[in-house]
C-alpha cells in the first residue's frame, strides 16, 4: 500500500494529472464527471423540494347559500301576507343576504370559481338593490317604482337566473332545485306586479319560501358532510 501525504494544492492537481494519463482519459474528465454528479444531486434535491399545492381554505359555499336562503324564506313570508315589512327583513337584506353573499364571493373568486363568485356577487347586490329601493323613497332620494318599474326588474333577474340555472345542469341536484325554484319566484313576482293580482303574490310568496329552504338546505348539508365525511389525506 502507497500512502501519499499531499501537503499543498498542486502536489494534488499534479498527482491527478499523473493518474489520469495513466488511466487513458483527457485531462478534465474526471473533473467534468464530478461537476455532472454535483448537477444531478441539485436536481434531485430540487425534485425533492417539490410539493403538492393544496386548498386549505374553506368552503365559502354555505355561507353564500344560507345568507340567500334565509333572507328570501323570511321576505317571501312577508309577500304570502304572514309577516309584515319590517326593519327585521331590510336588516337581513343588507347584511345577510347581501353583505355575506359578497363576502362568499371574494372567497369564491380567490378559488376561482367562476360560477360561484358571478352568482354570490350578484344576489348579494341584488337583495342590498333591493333594499336600496324600498328606502331610497322613503328618504326622498327618489320616487317609489311603478309596477312596471318593478316587473321589468324582477324579470331581468329572472331571465340571470335561468342563464345560471342552465350552468347549474354542469353541478348537482340541490344547486338545479335552488335556481329552478329561484327563476321562478322572479316570474312570478314580475307577472304579480304586471296584473297586479293578488292571488299570484300570495303564490309567489309560497313558492319563494319554497326556494329559501331548499338553498338553506343546500348550504347546510355541505356543512355537514364537511364535519362528518372523511376525506382521504394525500
Given at each position: 500500500m502507497i500512502i501519499l501525504k499531499l501537503t499543498t494544492r498542486m502536489q494534488y492537481d499534479k498527482i491527478l494529472h499523473e493518474f489520469i494519463k495513466m488511466a487513458g482519459k483527457p485531462p478534465g474528465y474526471f473533473e467534468r464527471c464530478e461537476e455532472d454528479y454535483m448537477s444531478n444531486q441539485m436536481l434531485q434535491t430540487d425534485a425533492d423540494r417539490k410539493v403538492r399545492v393544496q386548498d386549505m381554505?374553506?368552503?365559502?359555499?354555505?355561507?353564500?347559500?344560507?345568507?340567500?336562503?334565509?333572507?328570501t324564506v323570511l321576505l317571501n313570508l312577508h309577500n304570502a301576507g304572514l309577516l309584515g315589512q319590517s326593519s327585521m327583513i331590510l336588516a337581513m337584506g343588507i347584511f345577510y343576504g347581501g353583505l355575506a353573499q359578497v363576502i362568499a364571493e371574494i372567497m369564491?373568486?380567490?378559488?376561482?370559481?367562476t360560477f360561484g363568485a358571478t352568482a354570490f356577487t350578484s344576489f348579494g347586490f341584488f337583495w342590498l338593490s333591493l333594499v336600496a329601493i324600498w328606502v331610497m323613497p322613503v328618504l326622498g332620494w327618489t320616487e317609489a317604482p311603478g309596477n312596471i318599474d318593478m316587473a321589468a326588474y324582477l324579470f331581468m333577474w329572472c331571465l340571470f337566473t335561468a342563464v345560471m340555472f342552465v350552468g347549474t345542469l354542469k353541478i348537482n341536484r340541490p344547486l338545479q332545485i335552488v335556481f329552478g325554484l329561484l327563476a321562478l319566484l322572479f316570474f312570478l313576482l314580475a307577472l304579480g306586479d304586471l296584473t297586479e293580482i293578488t292571488a299570484i303574490k300570495l303564490l309567489a310568496g309560497y313558492e319563494g319560501t319554497l326556494c329559501g329552504i331548499s338553498a338553506i338546505y343546500a348550504g347546510l348539508s355541505?356543512?355537514?358532510k364537511e364535519l362528518y365525511i372523511k376525506k382521504e389525506v394525500i
Open positions: 381554505t374553506a368552503n365559502p359555499a354555505p355561507l353564500g347559500l344560507l345568507g340567500f336562503g334565509m333572507t369564491e373568486w380567490k378559488k376561482k370559481n355541505q356543512v355537514i
